[in-house]
């Protein structure tokens, strides 16, 4: 029978120690505004940067941002729907938490489709809206917004601050729960007299929650019992997510695929933690990936995911998947063991740590007839996928090949970010990731108009590296207005708009799935080079195949941002695909 | 009760957690979320201060419950959750019945339906009578349709409370928890 639970008072009473353990105080502030304090909490925890817009119930934040401004860098977005996805481009590349800021009512409602894409991609983000003076709460008052109930289901934790005096542990355990365990987006909305009333400051670092227990120790009988699965495995197979990259588990990944031989695919958020040029990296899953990873999921016997979560546009349908195989799953998150694909060894715990203990307990293994496979399968969708989207016959370029061209002339070494859609897929297939960190899309949630804004945090989090930004035409423009960020604070991000003059990725799948139907796709686009340049960015457009080799220079040779148009073959398609709902191994090529 | 379908079972999931506000919503969105009617629900204090249980009744089948919960667990202010079936747990629900009083002075039914049903009367107005009645959902609806000929004016029962009869206490999980982690 499952373990049941009897309360006793006295016991429970001495066992429950306080509900947070803080560290020793690290600033103190006699006499000073929530406002101030909100700055002050902020600085404590380290931050450089926030991305947000003011309005009256954030205003006496934004007063004393004023007084701390060669401390804190504010950056002023164009719609707070850009202040979120900066602080998550931002995040990723910077490994630490983004900070966004946006007042109470429409300013909190805009920051929604940032916080439920950091929350299904797990990025650690924190969000400070300002919310009307507590007396009114409930009252319908003037930018009164439910934002802690709009939010609850796209938080990994929020709490509205009404007392000032609450600010300084609001913000610690914020910071501590957006960065550890899983990452994911917290909010903390404070109301207006929060922000004004008169206190004694004191920040403490949050080290614990009794409540929250966010990384479990390495299980070694679970470990033992993965090595041995790994070492009697005849045909075993390494699936990365993006938990190997935010544990930084990259050199581990590589090291166990070399000592135990085991073959790599990465999932959509896994890419970049693996070099596409190591002997073991044998490509990318999902809907949009690579045929052998796709296919040869059904053949292997031993299925290792790490840091990855079984998402539907890398499994297919579930009951084809893997079946055939044992699952080993390391996830830091117990939520994800089971949900979706049931395992055989289930290790709780940061992927680095887990595989470093599992290292030392795996034998040498080389698989020349399985790692064999995976390049016939590979050689297969060269001749009928890859070699047409790198030469076409078509009069304009192909997405692949200007992502082919752009890869080449980075050596694979850029930040790419990527909006959503066709060109998305075509990116992430198609660029040759060299360097960790470097893959910043919106995967779980699909945001279009994602990626102007990332490209900015991202930049911004990482100046010492090239930011490419590569944008479909659709997307492009729900979030352009971001271009306003790039000209006021010249944050030299360099854009590459994929323009098909469609949305494409859903044309495609009227093509494929709707009969040709093209319903409300065909959308008419203004000049973007001149919306560019009206933003004072050097922009440029190319129409011809010949152009693009010395375009692409010019882009990457600015020392400014520089916004390139490509006019690319309308009616392109990607594949290999997964159809929706269908098996991996149904994968098609065309 | 709700009938079962298919593979279903009746869970009863007792959630430890922070008293805080907010928290109820951020559970309830679990189970409205995934399309599951929570059949019952109650909130109370526990004897601890500061720690809430929540005793909530869904039917879900044996392969979803585990996932549930452990998004359940995975919410940062609950302590620790558990589910149990029928059998796992001694549970009861409270029932109030309020009668005209004059059913009692025409007939000796009524007091005869009381006694076979252990019920009791808890007040007696000039007007109406309270009857309560402690029992399983079955129990307290026999009752009802029992009274009902007499005329019932009101009818309100409460959701599940429970107790698990394994004797693990909440503490010696915790401490699991505490052991297994790192900060
Ligand atoms: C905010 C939002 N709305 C709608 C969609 C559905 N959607 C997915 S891809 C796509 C088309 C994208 O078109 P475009 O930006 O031009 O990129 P392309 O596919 O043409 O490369 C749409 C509408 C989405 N993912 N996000
Ligand atoms: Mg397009």
Redesign the pocket.
Known sequence: MRTLVQLDEAELNTAIHSQNQMGPPIIEKKGISGAEAVVLSLLAEGVECVFGYPGGAIMPVYDALYDYRDRLTHYLVRHEQGAAHAAQGYARVKRRAGVCMATSGPGATNLI?GIADAMIDSTPIVCITGQVGKHLLGTDAFQETDVIGISMPITKWNYQVTRAEEIPEAIAKAFYIAQSGRPGPVLIDITKNAQTEIFDFQYRKCLKIRSYFPKRKVDMNAIQRAAELLNNAQRPFMLIGQGVVLSGAQAEVQEVAEKAGIPVASTLLGLSAMSVHHPQYVGYLGMHGNYGPNVLTNQCDVLFAVGMRFDDRVTGRLDCYAKQAKVIHIDIDPAEIDKNVKTEVAIIADAKEALQALLPLLEVKRYPEWMARFREYNAIEYEKVISKDFAPNTPLPK?AEVVHLLSQKTKGKAIIAT??????MMATRYYEFDEPYSNVTSGGL????FCLPASIGAKIGRPDREVIAI??????Q?TMQELGVIMQYHIPVKIIV?N?N???????WQQLFFDRRYSN?D?QNPDFVKIAEAFGIPARRVEKREQLSQALDELLNSHSAYFLEVMVEKEDNVFPMVPAGTCIADIRLE | MQPLEGNQQRYTISIFTEDKVGLLSRITAIFTRRKINIDSLTVSETENRGISRFTVVIRTTPDRIGVIVRQIEKQVEVLKAFYYTDDQVVYQELALYKLPTEVFASSKAVEKILRDNHARVITIEPEFIVIEKTGHEEETTKLFNELKPYGVLSFVRSGRIAIAKPMKLLKVHLQELENISVF
Do not use: A, E, K, S
């Open positions: 489709t997405m909006d959503v859609g066709q060109h998305q699909g945001t279009m108009g944008i479909g035409d659709g997307g492009f729900m994929m098909n469609y949305l494409g990725m859903v044309r495609q796709v959308i």
